[in-house]
C-alpha cells in the first residue's frame, strides 16, 4: 500500500536538502515519540511533477519559490508557505585555488572553463542574475543539470571553477569563493504542509518544527543561512 | 489400422501427387530418387506439413482433410518417424532421448527411462545411455533415432533411411530385429530406402516415387522381374532400354537394334540381367542371335562379382566373375565381344 | 607457418579484446583508485547502505523475473513469425529502451500512479496503490528492462533449428511439452544472457524508480538512489557506496559463471 | 480438437502476450493522451529539439557503431571458451550496466577527463579534450552501450554450431574468412538484436552523458538531455519532446523491419 | 604425395591407434563397426582434432607431430572433406557452398562461380544453384557436399560416407564421376563406406577398422576372400567362424564342430561362402561331409537372390535362389537340411 501507516509523515523534500533533513527527521523523531518521519529526496520539479500526479505527501520543502507556488497554484498546500532557509551563491574551485579566482570578474579570462546550472535550474537562474548585476557576460561551457553535477566537475579537475551553493562547497578538494554580497543572490526555501497530509497534526508539527529555533540551529549546522 | 492417403501439395518446385494404402502389418518401402519428394511425402503424413488436397486416413479416421478443414496435429496422430537426418535432441544423452515420447505421453520418469533403457540394448547401445549425441558417432546417433521412434509405440512407422549410416553387422542385426519389431507391430509402416536390400529385406510392397508421383508399384518380386524406369533397374541391378519392336527387332533411343523373342509391337521397355550377358575375346560363334563388340568404359568390383559397363551399339551392364576378369584382360578402354540370347531380354509394352 | 608467426597472429586478434576490455575496465580502476578507502568499510557497513543494497538485490531480482514472466510470451509470439502486427508490437515493446528513464517514470506515473488509466481503478476499488511503495520499484525495474530481455530472447528464438520441435511433435509431445523441454533448453543462452541484461539493468535503474516509486529509505531507497542522495552531500561516500553495488556484482556474476556459461 | 477447442487454446496462449504488451503499450498510451498535442509541432518543430535530435540520433548512431567495433572482438573472444580469465572479463565488462549513470559518468571523468588517466596524457600530449564535446557523447553513450551488445552477441555465438567452421577450415578459409563469411552470417540475429538494444540504450542514455559530456546546445545537449531541462521548467513540453524521441525511434525501427527481423 | 600417418589419440572412451600409409593416386577404403573411429580418423587428418602422439604427414612434410610442436592448421593442409552429416552452410545457395573453397583460396568470385557451376552440374544439381541447403532433399544435399569437397581442388580427400544418401541411379554415376574424378586427382584419397559395393568400388585397399584399431589391411580381393573379423565377414558377405581344429574337425565357440579339409591345427578362422551351402527338404545322402539339420530363423530376399539365416549347430547364411526358396517351402522356423563340403570352408589359422 502506497500510504503511510498511521502517524508517519511523509516529507516530500529537495535533494539540496538530504543532509540536514536526514537531522532533523531524527530530531524531530525523538522529540515526538511515535511519529515517524519518511523522506523522499528528488529534484524540486520532479517533486511537483509527482504531486501533481497524485502522489500522497504530507510535506513539500521546496529550494525555489518558483515550484512553491505551482503547488500553491495546483491547490495542494494546506496553509501558506514558510520560508526557513537561505542559501548563498559561492563560486566553487579546486582545493588550493589554482588560479587564483577572487570574485565574479575573474570568471571570464580567457582559457578558463567555467559552468553554471542551466537556466531552468534554480541556481543556474540565480547564477546568472548574480553575474548580471556584476555587469560580468560570461560564457558557459556548460549547462550542468544540479549544482553536484558543477561541483563533482570541479573536484575533478574538469572545469576551473563553476557558481554554486555555498553549502554545496563543504566535500573535499574544492573551496569556496564567496560573492561580494552587492552582487549576492540568494536562493530561498520554502515549506508547507500539504492538503493531503496524513496525519495533518504531525504533519503541521513537523512544519512548525523545522522553522522553530532547534531546527534552525540545526539547519545553519549545515551552512544553510537562517532567516 | 490401414494408412489411405490420396493427396497432394506444391512444396519448391515439387508438386507431389500420391495415392496408396498400407494394410495393418504391411510395410511400403518407398523408393526413388534424391529429390522425387519421398521426405516430403513422410513429412505431410507425420502432420508436419499440410496437404493442399486430398486426404490422409489411419484406421478409417481423417488426419488430414482441407476440404473438410479437418486436420490433427503431428502430437495426436500417434506416428513414430525416423527422420534422415535423425534430429536427436542434442540436449538430451541418448537414453533421455529415446524416453522423450514416453515422457511426451505421460509415462513417470522411472518406467520411461527402464523402458528406454531396454530399447537402447536393442539397438546395441545399452552403454551410451548417457552420451550426448553430438558425441555419438553418425551410425550411433541413427541407430538412438531408431529406437527412439519405436519406443513411443505409434500407431503408424515411418522411417525415412532408417539404415544408412548403420555398418554392415549392425545393420543386419537390426534389419532382423527391425523385421521382428515390424512383425509384432500392428500397424503399417513405411520404409523409404535408397538401398535395395534395405528395401526388399524390410518391405512387403514397393512403390516408386519419381518427381512426385507413384510410378510403378507392386510386390518386391514384380518390381525386381519388370522394372518399369531407370531408377528402379538402377536399383535392382537389372539393364533397361526403352524403344520400339518391329518384327521382332528392338529399336533402342540410341539407334542400336537388338532381336529379341517378342509377340509385341511397338513401344516396350526391354530388361536384361546383367548376368545374361556373355563377354569375349573373340568373337564367339554360336546360338546368340545378338553379338557386338563394345568398349568397356568402367569396372566395378562389387563382393565377389564385378560390373563391366559397355558403351557402344547398346549401352549395357555386364555381370562376370573376377576370374573372367583376369583371362579376358578386362579394363577400361579394351574392347570385348558382346553375346546376348534373345530369349534372355524381357519384353513389356511400355 | 612458424610458433613465432602464429603467436603474433593470435596477439593480433588479441589485441582488440585487449583495447576494449581496456576501455571498460580504465573508468573502474580509476574510481578504485580515488576511492577514499579508508572510509569504505564503515561507509559500505552502514545499516542505511546494507538496507538499500539489500533493496536493491530483492527488487532486481524480482524485475528479472517479472521480465521473464511478461517478456518469454512475448519473445516466443515475436519469434514465431512475420507481419506488420509483430512488428509494430516489437517497435512498442522497445520503447523503454528509448525513452529517457525520467519520461518512463511519468509514463508510469501516468498509467499506474494513483490518478493513472490502470492504478486510478485499482487505488480506488482495491486500495491497491503503487508508486511509492516496494511493488512500485520492481514494477518500474520490469519496465525498462523487460525490453533488453525480449530482444534478446527473441534474437535466440530465431536461431533455433525448429526442426527439433517438429521432431518433438511426432513424439506426441504437445506445444508446451515441446516448449519446455526441446525450445527452452535449446535457447537456453540467450535466455541466460537476457535475464542477466534484465538484472543488471534493473540493478542500475535510477530515473524511473526515483519518479514513479520515489526515494523512501527501506522502502524504495535502492542503491543507485542512495548513491544520488550521497552524491548531494558527500560525494566521496557516493562514490564508495557505487563501488559496494560493484563489488557485490562481481561477486554475484563471477560466482554463477559456471551455471551461467558452462562449458559446452 | 475441434476449431472451437483449438481456438480457445490459441487464445490462452495470446493472453500473456496481449497482457505483456499492454503493460508496455499502457504508459505510452497515458503519455500520449495527456501531452499538449496543440502545442507539439511548435514544440517539436522548434530549432533547438530538432537540433536535439539530430544530435541524438548521430550520437546513437555513432555509439552502436563503436559497440560494434569495440563489442564484436570481445564477444567473439568471450565466446571463444571458459576460463576465470574470461568470466573476470565478462563480469568487468557487465559492469557498466549496474553502475548508477551518474557515477558511471563520474567514473569516465576519472579515466577520460582532461585530469583522467588517459584524458591527462591526452590533453597534454595531443591536446585532445573529450568530455564537453560531441565525441564525448559518443563515448558516454559507447561506455552504457556496448555491454549489452557483447552480452547479447556472446550468447549468440554460443549458440552457433561450432562445425560449420571447421568444415570452412577444411575448405582453406583462414580464421578471418570463416568469420565473415561463415560465422557472422549465422549469428546475424543475435548481432542485429545486439545493435538494436545497444542503440536504443545509447538513444535514451542520460545520466553519463550529462555528468561526462555536459550539457551544451548544439555540442552535447541530445534528446534526453533537452528533455530533461525541459522537466525543470515545462514538464508538459518535455513530455511534447520525449514523444518526439518515441516517434522517430517508432518510425525508425518500423522501416528496418525487413531487414533485421526477415523472414526464415 | 603419400599419406603416411602413425598416430594414437583419445576421445571420450574411443582410444584411437592407427598406423597406414595412401601412395599417390591410390584410394584406401577405411570400413568398420559404428563407432568404430572411422569419423574420428578422419578428422585427425584433417586437423580438426589434434593428435596426441606419433604424426601425421602428407607428401613429406609434417602435417601434426605433437612431439616436434607442429601442427598445420586445417585451412593449410589442402584437404577437402566430405562430413558424414554433409554440413553444407546454411546460409548459402548450393551453388555458393560449392564456390565456397574456390573463393577462401582467393579466386575471384566470377571465376569460383563459374567453376562450381560445373561442379553442379557434375553432381546433376545444376538446376539447384540457388537453392538453400535446407530445401534440398537428403541425397541432394549430400551431393553438393560431394561437389564442394572436390571443387576446392584439395591435395588429400577425406570422404566420411559420400554416398549414403544418394539414390541408386546417382550412385551408379556419381561411382563413376567419382572413379574418374579420382583417376584425374593425384593425391592419396580415404573413403569412409559402409556399403561394401561403395567401398570396393571405388578403393584399391581396405583397411578395417575395430574399437580404434586396424584389425585388418588389404586389397578387396583379399579382404574378401579372407576376411578376419565378424563384421568384415558381414560386410562381403560371408560366414566366419572362428573355433579350433583338431583332427580335421573344427570345433566352432557355440559347440558344433564340422568336418574341414586343412593341414592346420589349433586356433583359426575359416570362411563358408553363403552360396556353397546347399539347403534340402528331406536329408541328402551323397558325398558333402557335412549335413545337419536346421530351423531357418530369416528369409531376406536380395535382389535377385535369396539369404536364409539357419540357426541351429553352426549359424550360418545361406544363399539360394527365389525359385528354391518356393521349391522348399522355405518360411521362417521352417526346419531344412543343410549340406556343406568340407573343401568348401576356407580355413586359415587366427
Ligand atoms: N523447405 C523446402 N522448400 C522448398 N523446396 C523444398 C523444401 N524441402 C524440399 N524441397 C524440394 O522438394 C523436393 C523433394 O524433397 P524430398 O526431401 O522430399 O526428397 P527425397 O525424395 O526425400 O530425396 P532424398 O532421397 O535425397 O532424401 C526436392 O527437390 C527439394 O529441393
Ligand atoms: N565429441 C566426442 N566426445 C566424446 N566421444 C566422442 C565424440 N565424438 C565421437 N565420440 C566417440 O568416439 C567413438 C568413435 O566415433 P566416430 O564418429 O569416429 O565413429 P565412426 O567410426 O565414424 O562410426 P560411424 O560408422 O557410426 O560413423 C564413438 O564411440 C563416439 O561415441
Ligand atoms: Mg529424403
Ligand atoms: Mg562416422
Request: hydrophobic share 50%; net charge positive; charged share 15%.
Given at each position: 500500500d502506497g500510504a503511510p501507516p498511521a502517524r508517519v509523515v511523509r516529507v516530500f523534500a529537495a535533494a539540496s536538502l538530504s543532509a540536514p533533513f536526514t537531522a532533523l527527521a531524527a530530531e524531530f523523531e525523538r522529540s515526538h515519540p511515535g511519529a515517524t518521519i519518511e523522506l523522499h529526496f528528488a529534484g524540486t520539479p520532479q517533486l511537483v511533477l509527482q504531486l501533481r500526479e497524485g502522489a500522497q505527501a504530507s510535506v513539500f520543502a521546496a529550494a525555489d519559490e518558483v515550484s512553491m507556488q505551482r503547488v500553491v497554484a495546483a491547490g495542494q498546500a494546506a496553509a501558506a508557505p514558510s520560508t526557513f532557509a537561505h542559501n548563498r551563491l559561492a563560486i566553487v574551485v579546486p582545493a588550493d585555488n589554482p588560479q587564483a579566482i577572487a570574485g565574479l570578474?575573474?570568471?571570464?579570462?580567457?582559457g578558463l572553463r567555467v559552468a553554471l546550472c542551466g537556466p531552468e535550474v534554480p541556481a543556474g537562474r540565480y547564477a546568472r542574475e548574480a553575474l548580471a548585476r556584476a555587469g560580468v557576460a560570461l560564457h558557459s561551457v556548460s549547462d550542468e543539470p544540479s549544482v553536484t553535477a558543477v561541483v563533482a566537475k570541479v573536484q575533478l579537475g574538469e572545469l576551473d571553477a563553476g557558481i554554486v551553493y555555498r553549502t554545496d562547497t563543504t566535500v573535499g578538494g574544492v573551496t569556496a569563493v564567496d560573492l561580494d554580497p552587492a552582487q549576492g543572490v540568494t536562493a530561498t526555501y520554502t515549506i508547507v504542509p500539504l492538503?493531503?497530509?496524513?496525519?495533518p497534526d504531525v504533519a503541521a508539527a513537523f512544519v512548525a518544527f523545522v522553522v522553530s529555533p532547534a531546527g534552525q540551529r540545526l539547519l545553519a549546522a549545515h551552512g544553510f543561512v537562517v532567516p | 489400422m490401414t494408412l489411405d492417403v490420396d493427396f497432394g501439395l506444391q512444396r519448391g518446385e515439387l508438386h507431389l501427387d500420391v495415392a496408396f494404402a498400407v494394410a495393418a502389418g504391411e510395410t511400403l518401402a518407398l523408393v526413388g530418387p534424391n529429390g522425387a519428394g519421398k521426405s516430403t511425402c513422410l513429412a505431410a503424413l507425420a502432420g508436419l506439413l499440410g496437404i493442399a488436397r486430398g486426404h490422409i486416413t489411419l484406421a478409417g479416421e481423417r488426419l488430414d482433410d482441407p476440404a473438410r478443414r479437418l486436420f490433427v496435429p503431428p502430437a495426436s496422430r500417434g506416428v513414430g518417424v525416423v527422420f534422415q537426418e535423425h534430429r536427436l535432441f542434442p540436449h538430451l544423452g541418448a537414453l533421455d532421448n529415446v524416453a522423450f515420447g514416453l515422457r511426451a505421453r505421460g509415462s513417470d520418469r522411472r518406467s520411461a527411462r527402464t523402458a528406454a533403457r531396454e530399447w537402447l540394448r536393442r539397438v546395441g547401445l545399452e552403454r551410451h545411455a548417457a552420451v550426448l549425441p553430438r558425441e555419438l558417432s553418425g551410425g550411433q546417433a541413427q541407430r538412438v533415432a531408431l529406437a527412439r521412434a519405436l519406443a513411443a509405440a505409434p500407431r503408424l512407422l515411418l522411417l525415412d533411411?532408417?539404415?544408412?549410416?548403420?555398418?554392415a553387422s549392425a545393420r543386419l542385426l537390426l534389419r532382423r530385429e527391425l523385421r521382428a519389431h515390424l512383425a509384432a507391430f500392428a500397424g503399417p509402416r513405411v520404409v523409404v530406402a535408397h538401398d535395395a536390400l534395405d528395401a526388399f529385406a524390410l518391405a512387403d510392397r514397393v512403390a516408386v516415387l519419381e518427381a512426385g508421383r507413384i510410378v510403378q508399384a507392386g510386390t518386391v518380386a514384380e518390381i525386381c522381374e519388370r522394372p518399369r524406369s531407370r531408377y528402379v533397374a538402377d536399383l535392382v541391378g537389372t539393364n533397361l532400354l526403352r524403344g520400339t519392336v518391329h518384327d521382332g527387332v528392338l529399336r533402342v533411343g540410341d539407334g542400336g537394334t537388338l532381336v529379341v523373342s517378342t509377340p509385341h509391337e511397338g513401344a516396350v521397355i526391354a530388361t536384361v540381367h546383367p548376368r545374361a550377358i556373355a563377354l569375349f575375346r573373340e568373337r564367339p560363334s554360336g546360338s546368340p542371335r545378338n553379338v557386338w563388340s563394345a568398349p568397356v568404359v568402367g569396372i566395378e568390383v562389387a563382393g565377389d562379382r564385378v560390373r563391366v559397363q559397355l558403351a557402344g551399339q547398346v549401352a549395357l551392364v555386364a555381370e562376370v566373375t573376377p576370374a573372367a576378369v583376369a583371362e579376358l584382360g578386362l579394363a577400361r578402354s579394351v574392347a570385348v565381344w558382346v553375346a546376348l540370347k534373345a530369349t534372355e531380354i524381357g519384353v513389356d509394352p511400355a | 607457418m612458424n610458433a613465432r608467426r602464429r603467436d603474433l597472429a593470435a596477439l593480433a586478434t588479441l589485441l582488440p579484446v585487449v583495447v576494449a576490455t581496456a576501455f571498460f575496465v580504465l573508468p573502474l580502476l580509476g574510481l578504485l583508485l580515488r576511492a577514499p578507502w579508508s572510509r569504505f568499510l564503515e561507509q559500505a557497513g552502514s545499516p542505511a547502505v546494507l538496507d538499500a543494497l539489500w533493496l536493491s538485490l530483492l527488487c532486481s531480482t524480482s524485475a528479472a523475473a517479472c521480465s521473464l514472466l511478461l517478456g518469454l510470451p512475448l519473445a516466443v509470439w515475436l519469434a514465431g513469425g512475420q507481419g506488420a502486427v509483430r512488428a509494430v508490437v516489437r517497435v512498442l515493446v522497445t520503447l523503454p529502451m528509448v525513452l529517457p528513464p525520467v519520461v518512463g517514470g511519468i509514463a508510469l506515473l501516468v498509467a499506474?500512479?494513483?490518478?493513472?488509466?490502470v492504478g486510478g481503478p485499482l487505488a480506488r476499488w482495491l486500495d491497491v496503490a503503487l508508486p511509492f511503495t516496494t511493488a512500485g520499484v520492481v514494477l518500474a525495474a520490469t519496465y525498462v528492462s523487460t525490453p533488453f530481455f525480449v530482444l534478446t530472447v527473441e534474437a535466440g528464438l530465431r536461431s533455433v533449428d525448429r526442426r527439433y520441435a517438429d521432431a518433438a511433435a511426432t513424439l506426441g509431445a504437445g506445444p508446451w511439452h515441446t516448449f519446455g523441454r526441446v525450445t527452452l533448453p535449446l535457447v537456453l543462452p540467450s535466455l541466460r544472457a537476457g535475464l542477466v541484461v534484465a538484472w543488471a539493468r534493473a540493478l542500475g535503474e535510477f530515473g524511473a524508480t526515483i519518479t514513479f516509486a520515489g526515494n523512501l529509505a527501506g522502502h524504495t531507497r535502492t542503491l543507485p538512489l542512495a548513491v544520488y542522495v550521497a552524491l548531494e552531500s558527500q560525494p566521496e561516500a557516493a562514490v564508495v557506496t557505487s563501488l559496494l553495488l560493484v563489488v557485490v556484482s562481481v561477486g554475484l556474476l563471477f560466482l554463477l559463471r559456471h551455471r551461467w556459461w558452462p562449458s559446452r
Amino acid at each position: 500500500d502506497g500510504a503511510p501507516p498511521a502517524r508517519v509523515v511523509r516529507v516530500f523534500a529537495a535533494a539540496s536538502l538530504s543532509a540536514p533533513f536526514t537531522a532533523l527527521a531524527a530530531e524531530f523523531e525523538r522529540s515526538h515519540p511515535g511519529a515517524t518521519i519518511e523522506l523522499h529526496f528528488a529534484g524540486t520539479p520532479q517533486l511537483v511533477l509527482q504531486l501533481r500526479e497524485g502522489a500522497q505527501a504530507s510535506v513539500f520543502a521546496a529550494a525555489d519559490e518558483v515550484s512553491m507556488q505551482r503547488v500553491v497554484a495546483a491547490g495542494q498546500a494546506a496553509a501558506a508557505p514558510s520560508t526557513f532557509a537561505h542559501n548563498r551563491l559561492a563560486i566553487v574551485v579546486p582545493a588550493d585555488n589554482p588560479q587564483a579566482i577572487a570574485g565574479l570578474a575573474d570568471l571570464v579570462r580567457p582559457g578558463l572553463r567555467v559552468a553554471l546550472c542551466g537556466p531552468e535550474v534554480p541556481a543556474g537562474r540565480y547564477a546568472r542574475e548574480a553575474l548580471a548585476r556584476a555587469g560580468v557576460a560570461l560564457h558557459s561551457v556548460s549547462d550542468e543539470p544540479s549544482v553536484t553535477a558543477v561541483v563533482a566537475k570541479v573536484q575533478l579537475g574538469e572545469l576551473d571553477a563553476g557558481i554554486v551553493y555555498r553549502t554545496d562547497t563543504t566535500v573535499g578538494g574544492v573551496t569556496a569563493v564567496d560573492l561580494d554580497p552587492a552582487q549576492g543572490v540568494t536562493a530561498t526555501y520554502t515549506i508547507v504542509p500539504l492538503v493531503t497530509a496524513r496525519p495533518p497534526d504531525v504533519a503541521a508539527a513537523f512544519v512548525a518544527f523545522v522553522v522553530s529555533p532547534a531546527g534552525q540551529r540545526l539547519l545553519a549546522a549545515h551552512g544553510f543561512v537562517v532567516p | 489400422m490401414t494408412l489411405d492417403v490420396d493427396f497432394g501439395l506444391q512444396r519448391g518446385e515439387l508438386h507431389l501427387d500420391v495415392a496408396f494404402a498400407v494394410a495393418a502389418g504391411e510395410t511400403l518401402a518407398l523408393v526413388g530418387p534424391n529429390g522425387a519428394g519421398k521426405s516430403t511425402c513422410l513429412a505431410a503424413l507425420a502432420g508436419l506439413l499440410g496437404i493442399a488436397r486430398g486426404h490422409i486416413t489411419l484406421a478409417g479416421e481423417r488426419l488430414d482433410d482441407p476440404a473438410r478443414r479437418l486436420f490433427v496435429p503431428p502430437a495426436s496422430r500417434g506416428v513414430g518417424v525416423v527422420f534422415q537426418e535423425h534430429r536427436l535432441f542434442p540436449h538430451l544423452g541418448a537414453l533421455d532421448n529415446v524416453a522423450f515420447g514416453l515422457r511426451a505421453r505421460g509415462s513417470d520418469r522411472r518406467s520411461a527411462r527402464t523402458a528406454a533403457r531396454e530399447w537402447l540394448r536393442r539397438v546395441g547401445l545399452e552403454r551410451h545411455a548417457a552420451v550426448l549425441p553430438r558425441e555419438l558417432s553418425g551410425g550411433q546417433a541413427q541407430r538412438v533415432a531408431l529406437a527412439r521412434a519405436l519406443a513411443a509405440a505409434p500407431r503408424l512407422l515411418l522411417l525415412d533411411e532408417p539404415l544408412s549410416a548403420v555398418d554392415a553387422s549392425a545393420r543386419l542385426l537390426l534389419r532382423r530385429e527391425l523385421r521382428a519389431h515390424l512383425a509384432a507391430f500392428a500397424g503399417p509402416r513405411v520404409v523409404v530406402a535408397h538401398d535395395a536390400l534395405d528395401a526388399f529385406a524390410l518391405a512387403d510392397r514397393v512403390a516408386v516415387l519419381e518427381a512426385g508421383r507413384i510410378v510403378q508399384a507392386g510386390t518386391v518380386a514384380e518390381i525386381c522381374e519388370r522394372p518399369r524406369s531407370r531408377y528402379v533397374a538402377d536399383l535392382v541391378g537389372t539393364n533397361l532400354l526403352r524403344g520400339t519392336v518391329h518384327d521382332g527387332v528392338l529399336r533402342v533411343g540410341d539407334g542400336g537394334t537388338l532381336v529379341v523373342s517378342t509377340p509385341h509391337e511397338g513401344a516396350v521397355i526391354a530388361t536384361v540381367h546383367p548376368r545374361a550377358i556373355a563377354l569375349f575375346r573373340e568373337r564367339p560363334s554360336g546360338s546368340p542371335r545378338n553379338v557386338w563388340s563394345a568398349p568397356v568404359v568402367g569396372i566395378e568390383v562389387a563382393g565377389d562379382r564385378v560390373r563391366v559397363q559397355l558403351a557402344g551399339q547398346v549401352a549395357l551392364v555386364a555381370e562376370v566373375t573376377p576370374a573372367a576378369v583376369a583371362e579376358l584382360g578386362l579394363a577400361r578402354s579394351v574392347a570385348v565381344w558382346v553375346a546376348l540370347k534373345a530369349t534372355e531380354i524381357g519384353v513389356d509394352p511400355a | 607457418m612458424n610458433a613465432r608467426r602464429r603467436d603474433l597472429a593470435a596477439l593480433a586478434t588479441l589485441l582488440p579484446v585487449v583495447v576494449a576490455t581496456a576501455f571498460f575496465v580504465l573508468p573502474l580502476l580509476g574510481l578504485l583508485l580515488r576511492a577514499p578507502w579508508s572510509r569504505f568499510l564503515e561507509q559500505a557497513g552502514s545499516p542505511a547502505v546494507l538496507d538499500a543494497l539489500w533493496l536493491s538485490l530483492l527488487c532486481s531480482t524480482s524485475a528479472a523475473a517479472c521480465s521473464l514472466l511478461l517478456g518469454l510470451p512475448l519473445a516466443v509470439w515475436l519469434a514465431g513469425g512475420q507481419g506488420a502486427v509483430r512488428a509494430v508490437v516489437r517497435v512498442l515493446v522497445t520503447l523503454p529502451m528509448v525513452l529517457p528513464p525520467v519520461v518512463g517514470g511519468i509514463a508510469l506515473l501516468v498509467a499506474y500512479g494513483r490518478n493513472g488509466i490502470v492504478g486510478g481503478p485499482l487505488a480506488r476499488w482495491l486500495d491497491v496503490a503503487l508508486p511509492f511503495t516496494t511493488a512500485g520499484v520492481v514494477l518500474a525495474a520490469t519496465y525498462v528492462s523487460t525490453p533488453f530481455f525480449v530482444l534478446t530472447v527473441e534474437a535466440g528464438l530465431r536461431s533455433v533449428d525448429r526442426r527439433y520441435a517438429d521432431a518433438a511433435a511426432t513424439l506426441g509431445a504437445g506445444p508446451w511439452h515441446t516448449f519446455g523441454r526441446v525450445t527452452l533448453p535449446l535457447v537456453l543462452p540467450s535466455l541466460r544472457a537476457g535475464l542477466v541484461v534484465a538484472w543488471a539493468r534493473a540493478l542500475g535503474e535510477f530515473g524511473a524508480t526515483i519518479t514513479f516509486a520515489g526515494n523512501l529509505a527501506g522502502h524504495t531507497r535502492t542503491l543507485p538512489l542512495a548513491v544520488y542522495v550521497a552524491l548531494e552531500s558527500q560525494p566521496e561516500a557516493a562514490v564508495v557506496t557505487s563501488l559496494l553495488l560493484v563489488v557485490v556484482s562481481v561477486g554475484l556474476l563471477f560466482l554463477l559463471r559456471h551455471r551461467w556459461w558452462p562449458s559446452r
